[in-house]
């Protein structure tokens, strides 16, 4: 898990409500994305951002939003609009360079969210 | 489109015994091949890659595995399995043949393996 930090370890969303995951990174990375896993299906991308103060859609955006304001965070959102939050949300990084198809992606510990 | 796949939901294997989680992907250009290992409410943790060169790459705890063009298969091994290896395997690929995108990585199902004394 190194140098990523994911606070809540666990969350719990009343319906209607919004709430932010925090994803905080101190290995002066450029790159820095957001996984929701599920039980069976692998890891799939939300959000990914590769510098500051911009970011693009994964393949599973909706319901979600991000802000990437500091090289070292990039927190994640999950809005009433996501009908289906409860998961496990994972957030990585990696240092893009020019030869950037080999970068190890590294992970943080990760959030639960649980919806009440 | 890239694609990665873990044909086995689970495999089951005594401490002691060698080990293999196979992996196949495709891709539409050079494949760069990722394996993780996650513990329960963990993480990913980085074991190994492959990019360029000796088809056999050897990563941490003692694990391998083995880039096979031909087949395109990246199974992962490990000569003599641990009850402490016990954890979700992924593999996940990068497709060097596409542009643009971000370092956008795909992963398979994941596949739990399960050692027994």
């Known amino acids: 898990d190194g140098g990523i930090t994911q606070s809540p370890k666990y969350l719990f969303r009343k319906e209607g409500q919004n709430v932010t995951l925090s994803c905080e990174q101190n290995?002066?990375?450029?790159?820095m994305y957001w996984y929701r896993q599920d039980p069976g299906q692998g890891l799939r991308l939300i959000y990914y951002s590769q510098i500051v103060n911009d970011f693009q859609k994964g393949d599973i955006a909706e319901g979600y939003s991000v802000s990437r304001e500091k090289k070292e965070s990039f927190p994640l959102t999950v809005t009433s609009a996501q009908k289906n939050p409860t998961a496990f949300y994972l957030c990585a990084t990696d240092q893009r360079g020019l030869a950037g198809k080999g970068e190890t992606q590294y992970f943080g510990p990760g959030t639960r969210l649980l919806v009440l | 489109a890239q694609s990665v796949a873990q044909p086995e939901d689970q495999v089951n294997v005594a401490e002691g015994n060698p080990l293999t989680v196979k992996c196949t992907y495709s891709v539409s250009g050079n494949p760069y091949l990722f394996w993780y290992v996650q513990y329960p409410n963990r993480g990913l943790q980085f074991l190994l890659k492959?990019?360029?060169?000796?088809?056999l790459v050897k990563g941490s705890y003692g694990f391998e595995a083995e880039f096979n063009k031909s087949q395109t298969s990246f199974h992962l091994k490990k000569p003599s399995a641990l009850v402490s290896d016990s954890a979700l395997y992924f593999c996940a690929v990068r497709d060097g043949g596409v542009t643009g995108g971000g370092n956008k990585l795909t992963f398979g199902t994941g596949t739990q393996l399960k050692v027994e004394l």
């Open positions: 492959y990019i360029t060169g000796d088809n």
């Open positions: 290995l002066n990375h450029d790159a």
